[in-house]
């Protein structure tokens, strides 16, 4: 193995739910289902603004648009890094690994999370909003694999949604499924793996 694809949200960056009030976590609980709504979907891709986003989404939780947008504001200026992903990021990229992003991410949260000091440690991303498409489309993935010329079967993917790494098998990318839930477990997993 030689390449090493990560995912961002639940695998790079989180937000810890212990410094969280019940009604932002409940507000979000959609983030968390199995299938995304379509607004935030399309948001991630690049095709809605930030502030469609917010009208719709005061619209389904019947909400002020002001509070929405102060949820959404907090949601992204408190994202952190899983620090047991950032110590195993920085080992990897010690050892030589190449080092990339794929991720289903809006325009204000990857502006946001550039600036986190992990974000310096990738040698490449591809982000959906920046290419107006999402995973698990197989064009994401065909993206990655020509934008930086890496051998399917030389790269790991790792992501917290089993429905990405489906996609990403037929491409021949190996993957693991992160739990971050589970961060420390998940990363001692991948370090016996890859170190």
């Avoid at 390449?3 to 976590?25: A, C, S, T, Y």
């Avoid at 102060?70 to 994202?79: H, K, L, P, S, V």
């Avoid at 204000?108 to 974000?119: A, G, N, S, T």
């Amino acid at each position: 193995m030689k390449n090493i694809v990560f995912d961002l949200g639940g695998v790079v960056f989180g937000r810890d739910p212990r410094k969280w009030e019940p009604e932002f976590m409940e507000f979000f609980a959609f983030i968390h289902a199995e299938k995304m709504p379509e607004f935030w979907v399309d948001y991630d891709r690049g095709t809605l603004t930030l502030d469609e986003v917010v009208r719709i989404l005061s619209r389904e939780k019947a909400c002020d648009e002001r509070v929405t947008a102060r949820f959404i504001r907090d949601a992204i200026d408190r994202q952190e890094e899983i620090v047991e992903t950032r110590a195993l990021v920085g080992d990897l990229k010690r050892v030589g690994y190449k080092l990339y992003v794929l991720s289903n991410m809006s325009r204000e949260f990857i502006d946001f999370l550039r600036k986190m000091p992990v974000y310096r440690c990738f040698d490449g991303e591809v982000i959906s909003c920046e290419e107006q498409v999402v995973k698990p489309e197989p064009e994401i993935y065909r993206r990655l694999l020509d934008r930086y010329s890496l051998d399917p079967a030389e790269t790991l993917f790792i992501d917290d949604r089993p429905v990405n790494l489906e996609a990403a098998r037929t491409f021949g990318i190996s993957t693991f499924l992160f739990r971050h839930r589970e961060a420390q477990r998940s990363c001692d997993e991948l370090r016996k793996m890859l170190l």
